[in-house]
């Protein structure tokens, strides 16, 4: 009988078959259960599993196998410890020297649509995360491996040290072990607390637990001063996947996910054009191409250096469209081959791929402390309410509807001016509302008959709306909830404007 000792106990099989080779190899007596030890069998590797180890045969249809003092004993014996070793004699007890446990997938269970509170309870796992914390208690004489990741590090440490494991690996494995088993259990009581009748249509609790690892390095933050690194949600699926080009800045992270959140909210082909989180042009169109050159046309001279976001394949002719135009980023759910090897020939270039935003809670810090929020909705046009003598016509309302999804993905104060196919003026991120009108308005250098305008929150006074008039504007869509809104009304029916009221306020700071 060997007296080294591993139990490999995993539902994530990666890596498995090549560790427990190299721990035989090495005269490790391999111990395991269930699923593992038939994928170890099956590749010829020799196993004993647990329960005839223990003596005690696995049951409750599977849910009581490792929880067993023969097994707790053997991963928590000290023997150095006269007592310890006089118990494991006494009872026979074999002292285990690695424990190889990965967690029932509960966070991808409960991940998938329309799961069941069984199906839920069903992956909670009670035996592996107990193994493993009896061993990252125990660190000092057991190895935890709690994640495929770390197999290949613990066999070059094994064979740099002649069969020994350095003391910084261990600690580090016993720390990630007790990180592993801290969000799980956070995951699982975040379920279960949104299980709760009170909870249904609330994904806030009393309580936000939040784990986040390291997605990447960063050159710098916001700025070249600023140290920084890019931080995700342990478990989360990447957004985002870049196919091309230098490494991408917090600034490049920023705004195209500011290009992909405006486009997604697009059903038909549309394409935005963004500069500091801000669009610069926004488009629609029947094609990809069109959309694109008509973004680009919106604000051809602010266009250059930005985030270009596409909700289509981008296209040979989509490609075509950019031309020669210097962009830092684009970002479309697919490349077509022959458009990804001209953009690649672009010098500086970077492209990426995009998933369909799902986040159902976005974050933001403020004061030391964090706002968690439930995404920004933007309300159906046919719950606006027509205000003024005047209504739209269907031209002005499919208009509004372009210009007021653009204007909440707008720093506030905002105000959009544009058609039904896209925007032609943007003022963004004033102090004064009249003041994003002016911009706007001065933008807008191919405002024509038609153009009508979105704004971001309520006009407070007249001044901003006798401007949009003055420069041709002929409807205006606007949240409402002034205490002036008697006064603005009957401003826009002076000047013959329709007007309507959302109900709802997009402020974006």
């Not at 150095?80 to 002292?95: C, M, N, T």
């Not at 309580?207 to 478990?235: C, I, M, S």
């Not at 909830?481 to 009221?501: N, P, W, Y």
Request: net charge negative.
């Amino acid at each position: 009988m060997s007296d080294k000792r591993a139990i490999l106990s995993v539902w994530d099989k990666s890596g498995i078959v090549e560790l427990a080779q190299f721990l035989v190899e090495r005269g490790f007596e391999i111990l395991s259960t269930g699923g593992t030890a038939a994928e170890l069998a099956g590749a010829g590797v020799p196993v004993v599993s647990v329960s005839d180890w223990t003596g005690a045969e696995e049951i409750l249809g599977g849910r009581v196998k490792t929880l067993h003092p023969k097994v707790f004993a053997g991963i928590l014996l000290d023997r150095s410890v006269w007592e310890h070793q006089r118990d494991a004699d006494l009872y026979r007890i074999g002292a285990i020297d690695l424990v190889v446990v990965n967690l029932y997938p509960f966070e991808q269970t409960v991940a998938r649509e329309g799961v069941t509170l069984e199906q839920a309870i069903e992956r909670i796992d009670v035996g592996g995360p107990s193994m493993l914390r009896a061993a990252a208690k125990n660190h000092a004489r057991v190895v935890p491996l709690c994640d495929p990741s770390l197999y290949r590090p613990f066999m070059e440490e094994m064979e740099q040290g002649g069969g020994s494991v350095s003391d910084e690996f261990r600690r580090r494995a016993a720390v990630e072990v007790f990180r592993r088993t801290a969000a799980y259990d956070r995951a699982i009581a975040a379920w279960l607390d949104r299980r709760g009748p009170e909870s249904h249509d609330e994904p806030l609790g009393e309580a936000f637990e939040l784990r986040l690892v390291k997605a990447q390095d960063l050159r710098y933050g916001e700025n070249p001063q600023q140290k920084a690194g890019f931080y995700v949600r342990e478990g989360a699926a990447p957004r985002f996947r870049q196919l091309h080009g230098k490494e991408l800045s917090y600034n490049n992270l920023l705004d195209l996910d500011a290009a992909w959140t405006l486009v997604s909210a697009f059903g038909e082909p549309a394409c935005t054009i963004v500069k500091h989180t801000n669009p610069c042009g926004t488009a629609v169109s029947s094609s990809a191409s069109a959309a694109v050159a008509a973004a680009i046309a919106a604000d051809s001279i602010s266009a250059f250096g930005g985030i270009l976001g596409l909700n289509r394949e981008l296209d040979a002719a989509s490609a075509e469209a950019i031309g020669s135009l210097f962009l830092e980023v684009v970002i479309a759910p697919s490349f077509a081959a022959d458009a990804l090897e001209r953009l690649k020939s672009k010098k500086n270039l970077r492209l990426l791929t995009g998933e369909p935003p799902g986040e159902s809670v976005l974050l933001r810090t403020a004061a030391g402390g964090l706002l968690a929020q439930t995404p920004d909705t933007i309300g159906p046009p046919d719950a606006w309410k027509v205000v003024t003598r005047r209504s739209p016509t269907e031209e002005e309302v499919r208009a509004l509807e372009l210009n007021w999804i653009v204007c909440a993905h707008v720093k506030s104060n905002a105000i959009v001016i544009g058609t039904a196919a896209q925007t032609v003026g943007i003022g963004a991120g004033q102090m004064s509302r009249v003041d994003a009108a002016k911009i706007a308005v001065s933008k807008a250098t191919a405002l024509t008959g038609g153009c009508v305008a979105a704004s971001d929150a309520f006009f407070p006074f007249r001044d901003g709306l006798d401007l949009l008039a003055d420069a041709g504007i002929t409807a205006v869509v606007q949240p409402g909830g002034s205490v002036r809104d008697e006064e603005i009304v009957a401003a826009a029916d002076e000047r013959g404007l329709a007007m309507l009221f959302t109900g709802e306020r997009h402020f974006r700071h």
